[in-house]
């Protein structure tokens, strides 16, 4: 079983370049979340999605976009990379008010 | 603004002891709190916890929940090296948001 897919695992960018974070789960979950982790933060929600075609905001949502054309994916983009973008990015999927959410690998991003 | 706080942040205690973690926390439109271990890579589930006072066991691992005073504690019995993670603790608010504390850094030594 797959799970939840996130690629790529690592990345590193440029100030300035716009990349996709990709994520994608098997599991039919309506629940989808973007959360990036730094040091001694924890995990900050950046956007989630309760079904395709449903967005919102999470804490920390500015310099981010997300799109959920369809239950499966739920990509995050980033329009113009800073550096304090730096961070592992973790997706997550879950059926909703379960708590339970499945997270994928993580993608480690650098910014320079 | 909602908050989720642990403490400690960092523990350090030998196998075979007992350890208790603590989560508070000040949300509104609470639903549940929540409990992840995170070893190496990504969280892992394990508990989710409604109502106040009812314990919910996992071999070693207990929580409990108290609404009133807003706070879970998370107990980990004869703590073994396997132990050794970032325990996180999270809330589920009602508009489907969940939102994580720092975590709390424990390590077991041998």
């Known amino acids: 079983n797959a799970g939840v897919t996130q690629t790529p695992k690592f990345q590193v960018l440029k100030t300035g370049q716009s990349m996709t974070l990709q994520c994608a789960q098997d599991?039919?979950?309506?629940?989808m979340s973007w959360y990036r982790q730094d040091p001694g933060m924890g995990l900050r929600l950046i956007h989630y999605?309760?079904?395709?075609?449903?967005?919102d905001q999470g804490e920390v949502p500015n310099g981010y976009n997300v799109s959920r054309s369809t239950t499966e994916d739920f990509p995050l983009r980033l329009l113009s990379a800073a550096p304090s973008q730096t961070s592992v990015y973790f997706c997550?999927?879950?059926?909703?008010?379960?708590?339970?959410?499945?997270f994928g690998e993580g993608s480690r991003l650098t910014v320079l | 603004e909602d908050k989720v706080v642990q403490s400690p942040l960092s523990l350090v205690v030998h196998e075979g002891d007992t350890v208790t973690l603590n989560c508070s926390y000040e949300?509104?439109?609470?639903?549940?709190l929540l409990w992840y271990k995170q070893e190496k890579k990504a969280p892992t589930f394990l508990f989710m916890l409604?109502?106040?006072?009812i314990e919910k066991k996992s071999g070693r691992l207990s929580s409990i929940l108290d609404k009133k005073e807003l706070f879970s504690i998370l107990n980990i019995t004869a703590t073994q090296t396997g132990d050794s993670a970032i325990y996180l603790c999270?809330?589920?608010?009602?508009?489907?948001?969940?939102?994580f504390g720092k975590g709390t850094r424990l390590h077991i030594l041998p």
């Open positions: 997550a999927s879950s059926y909703r008010k379960t708590g339970e959410l499945f």
């Open positions: 599991m039919n979950h309506e629940y």
């Open positions: 999605s309760v079904g395709a075609g449903i967005t």
């Open positions: 949300v509104t439109n609470f639903r549940s």
């Open positions: 409604t109502s106040s006072g």
């Open positions: 999270a809330v589920e608010k009602r508009d489907d948001k969940i939102i």
